[in-house]
């Protein structure tokens, strides 16, 4: 059994990382054409946190990812990753200071390997100016399979991949570049109860290794186990944000998916 000494530092350890803000979106709003799709949003999001984001289809989830990931820059509002203002940086950029992301649809590279899939993000994504050779490359992407469960089909096409192997995959690609922050994209859509299952473990094995994880997800259940705190937003607004057993209680959150 764990001394209680060793439990209250590993709490400590964890609080002091989660008290260093990592992610910190200031007043973002993004546009597209009239409809105003983000709406002056800000939030922090702290080292070693496991947050979920929830909201009706179409309110701005994946919105607010696509303007903190770098695939879209706000009419407004600053974006701020480990201390650094990326808000005009490219993607790649980003990637290479440790933010990755999947997408709701996987799309990998349809005519490599699983394990060639790993390279350009483990050689593009890679930090510091020095390249992998290709022996390199394939034990680091092999490593990476192996610890989803793929290693057996690294040298295979991804055209047989169940739905599944698809999302374990993209975790995959987003791992290659050896991320800070982690923004998990529906990843458990149209997958079964165990398959579900599946993928939360994987996702809190990844921040029990210190990985910041933004869960995205309508699996309710998902989130309220996976997250430490849940954020709500409707119609472009940041509406709660809290412990998982607040929001499910918070009357505006009630309000959006249930109506008056």
Known sequence: ???PASRDARRATKEDRMSETLLAVHNVTKRFGSFVALSDISLEIGAGERIGIIGPNGSG????INCVSGRLRPESG???FGGE???RMQPHRRAQRGLARTFQIPQPFHGMTLVENLYVPLEYGARGTERPD???LRESALRILDSLGLGGKADEGCGALSQIELRKLE???ALAVNPRLLVSDEAMAGLSASEVDEVLDILFALAGRGITVIM??????AIMRFSERVLCIVSGKLIAAGPPDEIVRHPEVQRAYIGD
């Not at 989830?61 to 607010?64: G, Q, V, W």
């Not at 995205?216 to 259940?221: F, L």
């Open 216 to 221: 995205i997800e309508h699996i309710m259940h």
């Open 61 to 64: 989830k994946t919105t607010l």
């Open 134 to 136: 290709r022996a390199a």
């Open 78 to 80: 600053r974006v701020v």
């Open 171 to 173: 975790l995959a690609r």
């Open 85 to 87: 203002d990326v808000t």
């Open 1 to 3: 059994m764990e001394a």
